[in-house]
């Protein structure tokens, strides 16, 4: 996304069983967004990936870098926290074929809520047989 560009923000409280879980911030490019149709609060069904693939524009890859830290004094009050609790922070980068970023979204969860998991499997040596 340029600099200056006119950018569409998205911020979605999220919720489990009542419980607040999950905050939501997504920056999406103006133009892609209003072409897309996700300027509205209801996005329809599959939300802003599916409206985004409906015009040729769906994420290829993804990524995320995930951190603890402390919240925010919006978080600490949705979240219920007090001072000493953190939360954890994913800034998750949704791109297009040709390299372009289509979303920047940063989330906060409550550390106690959440367990990270993460598998893969080995690499395998250069040269040798799996």
Same mark, same amino acid.
């Given at each position: 996304m340029g600099e200056g560009e006119k950018t569409l923000i998205r911020k979605r409280r999220m919720f489990a069983?009542?419980?607040?879980?999950l905050l939501a911030t997504s920056y999406i490019p103006?133009?892609?967004a209003e072409e897309a149709g996700v300027t509205s609060i209801d996005t329809g069904p599959?939300?802003?990936y599916s409206r985004l693939a409906d015009i040729?524009?769906?994420? =290829?890859?993804?990524? &995320? +870098?995930v #951190? /603890?830290?402390i919240p925010t004094s919006e978080e600490e009050a949705f979240f219920s926290l007090?001072?000493?609790?953190q939360v954890f922070e994913i800034i998750h =980068?949704?791109?297009? &074929? +040709?390299? #372009? /970023?289509?979303?920047?979204?940063?989330?906060a969860l409550p550390i106690f809520q959440w367990i990270m998991h993460f598998e893969w499997d080995a690499e395998t040596a250069q040269g040798s047989t799996p």
């Amino acid at each position: 996304m340029g600099e200056g560009e006119k950018t569409l923000i998205r911020k979605r409280r999220m919720f489990a069983s009542d419980e607040p879980v999950l905050l939501a911030t997504s920056y999406i490019p103006w133009a892609i967004a209003e072409e897309a149709g996700v300027t509205s609060i209801d996005t329809g069904p599959g939300g802003t990936y599916s409206r985004l693939a409906d015009i040729g524009l769906g994420p =290829v890859r993804f990524s &995320e +870098d995930v #951190r /603890a830290r402390i919240p925010t004094s919006e978080e600490e009050a949705f979240f219920s926290l007090s001072e000493a609790q953190q939360v954890f922070e994913i800034i998750h =980068v949704a791109w297009l &074929e +040709d390299g #372009r /970023a289509v979303e920047y979204r940063i989330d906060a969860l409550p550390i106690f809520q959440w367990i990270m998991h993460f598998e893969w499997d080995a690499e395998t040596a250069q040269g040798s047989t799996p």
